[in-house]
């Protein structure tokens, strides 16, 4: 029987955080700017949502 190590605060929240900040990113560059900024801003916003899908697509297809 294997035992789950434990994982470090820092290694649990990095990703979150991570997240957080290109979405805060995003909604700053929508919000000032256009052309070029409005193209970053969706994909930076854009990317927790794929994220998550991608995440939910590999779960439904391992629990089938």
């Known amino acids: 029987m294997s035992r789950i190590r434990p994982q470090r605060t820092r ?3 990095a990703l979150p955080l991570l997240l957080a900040a290109f979405a805060l990113a995003g909604l700053v560059l929508g919000l000032t700017g ?6 970053v801003s969706v994909a930076l916003l854009a990317l927790p949502c794929l994220l998550f899908l991608n995440h939910w697509r590999g779960r439904t297809r ?3």
Do not use: N, Q
């Open 34 to 39: 256009d052309g070029w900024r409005d193209f």
């Open 62 to 64: 391992r629990a089938s």
């Open 11 to 13: 290694m649990i929240l």
